[in-house]
């Protein structure tokens, strides 16, 4: 019952951002939004979310600590997976924005970068929607 609430609220949400941004953006939020909840079932705690450097150049979707972990996680959203997974669509350049704006959240939450990891979550916006969370993924 209570996870229904959630999928309801959610989808409320969804609907409210459909009309102020542009559908590819609010496809991506609806998808960081099932990744959130997600991550936090398996028991990660969330602590910054679209996090962007102070230049603006780069931003992570998700910050979580997963145990003595400090994990950066890219969240890719499709609507259909007929063009392929969308984990797939992370190329080169958004890896080193990632890799940019993760050594600056690091070096001022003073993390060490041996602490840090950095992950995948694939959503795919079909009933339920799919989920796919790659760890420790290399940048």
């Known amino acids: 019952m209570f996870i229904r609430l959630l999928e309801v609220a959610d989808l ?4 409210g ?3 102020e941004w542009a559908d590819g953006h609010a496809v991506g939020r609806r998808g960081e939004d099932i990744a959130q909840r997600f991550l936090q079932r398996a028991g990660m705690t969330i602590v910054a979310r679209n996090y962007r450097m102070e230049s603006g150049a780069g931003e992570i979707d998700l910050i979580g600590w997963d145990g ?3 994990v950066f996680i890219e969240v890719k959203t499709r609507q259909t997976d007929e063009f392929g997974a969308p984990d797939r669509a992370i190329g080169p350049g958004k890896q080193r924005t990632m890799l940019r704006a993760a050594r600056d959240f690091a070096r001022h939450a003073e993390v060490a970068w041996d602490q840090v990891r950095f992950d995948i979550v694939g959503v795919i916006l079909k009933r339920p929607p799919a ?6 993924v290399l940048i």
């Open 12 to 15: 409320l949400r969804h609907y």
């Open 17 to 19: 951002r459909r009309r």
């Open 68 to 70: 003595d972990r400090l």
């Open 131 to 136: 989920i796919t969370h790659f760890r420790d």
